[in-house]
């Protein structure tokens, strides 16, 4: 397929009826930018989405990985120390 034909496919909606993508079309991308909302996402898709991007560029996928982990570490010292 072409690019032109795939970038067709890749259109969604958003809720309030805005156009948008659904993909970046780069798997690490996509991880980091669903990283923030995974809570709301089943462990095997998290798990998918990491294994995407781990077979695109494993240095970049381990280090989106591990920043998530210290963002959430930070975040909860961070609500834990305002008492």
């Known amino acids: 397929m072409n690019t032109f034909i795939n970038s067709l496919s890749n259109i969604a909606e958003t809720d309030n ?13 996509d ?3 669903i990283a923030g909302a995974s ?27 591990f920043g998530q982990e210290i963002a959430v570490v930070v975040q909860v010292r961070r609500d834990s120390s305002v008492s």
């Open 17 to 29: 009826g805005a156009t948008t993508f659904k993909s970046s079309l780069n798997k690490c991308l």
């Open 31 to 33: 991880l980091f930018f």
């Open 39 to 65: 809570r709301f996402m089943s462990e095997g898709e998290i798990i998918k989405m990491f294994k995407n991007a781990y077979g695109q560029n494993p240095v970049i996928a381990m280090m989106i990985l």
